[in-house]
């Protein structure tokens, strides 16, 4: 799998150990930065991973920032990208299986390395399943088009 990964400040501490276990798992990775702990600006660094998502250049992507918040707000506003934070193994494998997440966000001061490892593992390895998600998945991205209007309340 191709898997983006990028961070700001705050996820950097992380970084390097997500990318190697990645890379140990076999995956093709690119680190899109940054690469030290000196202030930057998350969203710069989301949207480069979120749009080789959208391009269709990464399969996934994960980020990292302090709390892993801003940075997948960010990722999701970019057309085809279904981002969100995740801080635990049952919110990881619930973003793949019912909502077909394809970029997660991570928290570098609130969660642990090794717990964040356990997260990116579910990430990758869980399946979408489909059915009743599909359509509700479809809805996510209509949002995508400039042209819908939204639903009536």
Not at 68 to 89: C, F, L, N, W, Y
Not at 99 to 116: C, K, Q, T
């Amino acid at each position: 799998m191709r898997i983006a990964v990028a961070c700001d400040h705050g996820g950097f501490v992380q970084k390097d150990a997500v990318v190697e276990h990645l890379r140990s798992l076999g995956h093709e990775v690119f680190d899109l930065g940054t690469n030290s702990e000196e202030s930057v600006d998350y969203p710069d660094y989301a949207d480069r991973a979120a749009r080789m998502v959208s391009r269709g250049e990464a399969d996934r992507a994960v980020l990292l920032c302090g709390t892993g918040i801003g940075i997948s707000m960010t990722a999701d506003k970019v057309p085809g990208v279904r981002a969100t934070p995740v801080q635990t193994v049952k919110f990881a494998e619930l973003a793949r299986q019912h909502n077909n997440a394809n970029v997660i966000g991570l928290s570098g001061r609130f969660v642990s390395l090794e717990d964040n490892l356990k997260l990116v593992d579910t990430f990758l390895t869980t399946e979408f399943e489909g059915g009743r998600h599909a359509a509700r998945v479809e809805k996510i991205m209509r949002e995508d088009d400039p042209a819908f209007q939204g639903v009536d309340a």
